[in-house]
């Protein structure tokens, strides 16, 4: 039995003496705002957004092998939420077989 929640973003601030700050945000929700543009004219820049809270990811600076790895990486995992989105949202949605089917 799974449990429906309403939406929710969930933001954490970790700080231990021995280690650098750790900040975490989740999003639980299909009620966000996605945007994307250039900075400038020559910083790529991806921001997803609640009314809670936003995160952004950006170069620091011109874009570099390293920017492309990461935008790639960045792709194929949306692309694999989506199918997964995809998959789970068609199960979800299609009856199952009735008796008289399945015989």
Not at 59 to 73: I, M, N, W
Request: proline content about 8%; hydrophobic content about 40%.
């Amino acid at each position: 039995m799974s449990i429906d929640l309403a939406p929710y973003t969930y933001v954490t601030l970790s700080m231990t003496p021995e280690d650098r700050p750790a900040l975490d945000v989740s999003f639980y929700s299909a009620e966000l705002w996605v945007r994307g543009g250039v900075i400038e004219e020559r910083r790529p820049y991806l921001a997803i957004s609640t009314r809670e809270a936003n995160v952004s990811v950006s170069t620091s600076g011109p874009v570099t092998d390293a920017d492309l790895e990461t935008a790639r990486k960045l792709a194929a995992r949306a692309a694999l939420y989506l199918a997964d989105c995809e998959r789970l949202h068609t199960a979800q949605t299609t009856p199952p077989p009735s008796q008289d089917e399945a015989a």
